[in-house]
Nanobody, 124 residues
Framework: QVQLVESGGGSVQAGGSLRLSCAASGYRYCMGWFRQAPGNEREGVAVIDTGYGTTAYADSVKGRFTISKDNAKNILYLQMNSLKPEDTAVYYC????????????????????WGQGTQVTVSS
């Protein structure tokens, strides 16, 4: 059993930055961030293979968001810069086995554990 607890959400103006954190109680090879805006489906934002450190991003956040993991503390981060109003959503941390980091990661189907979510609101 892996418990995931997100923090760091909040309200910020467009162009600002936030850093999300996800404290994990156990280990899973693949970890990621997802988001869901009202009326929209959940979408994958970023994923990291904790073995090799390989990362992948949704096109909409490339160059603005950075996913990283402190393996010693077992904390996953999402640094979000140059935020836009369209980034407004509830952000979820997720963890899964190695196949969760495969090409279909954005669907989130292979992630076993999910956090409760943290709200990010970006105003124009």
């Amino acid at each position: 059993q892996v418990q995931l607890v997100e923090s760091g959400g909040g309200s910020v103006q467009a162009g600002g930055s936030l850093r999300l954190s996800c404290a994990a109680s156990g280990y899973r090879y693949c970890m990621g961030w997802f988001r869901q805006a009202p009326g929209n489906e959940r979408e994958g934002v970023a994923v990291i293979d904790t073995g090799y450190g390989t990362t992948a991003y949704a096109d909409s956040v490339k160059g603005r968001f950075t996913i990283s993991k402190d393996n010693a503390k077992n904390i996953l981060y999402l640094q979000m810069n140059s935020l836009k109003p369209e980034d407004t959503a509830v952000y979820y941390c997720a963890a899964g086995r190695s196949r969760a980091c495969s090409g279909g990661w954005r669907r989130g189907a292979d992630f076993d554990y999910w956090g409760q979510g943290t709200q990010v609101t970006v105003s124009s």
